[in-house]
């Protein structure tokens, strides 16, 4: 069955640093999304990707991050300064028809920023 | 005003019984879906089951089965036989088909543990 594999599975950061989480959404999937979910918090929205662009993104995602899908296939989130507040686990997910009924998400980046 | 509520933070269950995990929903989009995933400690997101706000049956995937009651907005998740690696986290979400993203929201969650 088809994945989405995120890298690295976990990674941890000075404070101010920046970081890429990358992700390989499945092939023919056209909508690709972003969560953050804070240690045992709930999982929320960060950001939507459709068409090479943002169709939709979270007060959450300020300017200090960016999404981009460079080469077609990886998808990834940079955090330019990371604030020790941004330690989650971020997950990425994607699905071919946003009317459709099977999203796919990664197994996750666990980001500790120390 | 929150879109998914789950009240429940934590339930026990002994195995092989079933459980029922609560979620209630607010929209005023006429079309939506709604998802209940998994996350066991290892952290990842599983799907369990889908619920489409036209369906008129409620859905159902092997031992998970969603009782949804669209007037009281709520779509409860029905765990039957319950087993040891049920142990987990629970999340309902929901997507409302007017947006042009398709993003979920999530409640809180549930997390679940199965007695022996």
């Known amino acids: 069955e088809p994945e989405v594999t995120q890298t690295p599975s976990h990674q941890v950061t000075q404070m101010g640093q920046e970081v890429i989480l990358r992700c390989v959404p499945i092939s023919n999937h056209l909508y690709f999304y972003w969560y953050r979910q804070i240690l045992g918090q709930k999982v929320e929205f960060l950001v939507s990707f459709y068409n090479n662009e943002i169709s939709e993104k979270s007060e959450i995602f300020d300017d200090q991050f960016s999404v981009e899908r460079p080469d077609g296939s990886n998808f990834t989130l940079k955090i330019r300064s990371t604030k020790l507040e941004d330690s989650a686990m971020y997950f990425c997910?994607?699905?071919?028809?946003?009317?459709?009924?099977?999203?796919?998400f990664g197994s996750g980046t666990r980001l500790t920023v120390v | 005003a929150q879109k998914i509520t789950q009240t429940q933070p934590g339930m026990f269950v002994q195995e092989k019984e079933a459980v029922t995990l609560d979620c209630t929903y607010d929209t005023s989009d006429p079309s939506y879906g709604l998802f209940w995933y998994k996350q066991p400690s290892s952290g990842e997101m599983i799907f369990l089951i889908y619920q489409g706000s036209y369906d008129q049956q409620n859905a159902t995937e092997g031992r998970y089965s969603l009782n949804f009651q669209k007037a009281r907005k709520s779509a409860n998740l029905v765990i039957s036989a319950s087993q040891l690696g049920d142990s987990a986290m629970y999340f309902c979400a929901m997507r409302e088909d007017s947006s042009n993203t398709g993003k979920l929201i999530f409640g809180q969650g549930t997390t679940l543990q199965v007695k022996p």
């Open positions: 997910a994607s699905i071919g028809d946003r009317g459709q009924r099977g999203y796919t």
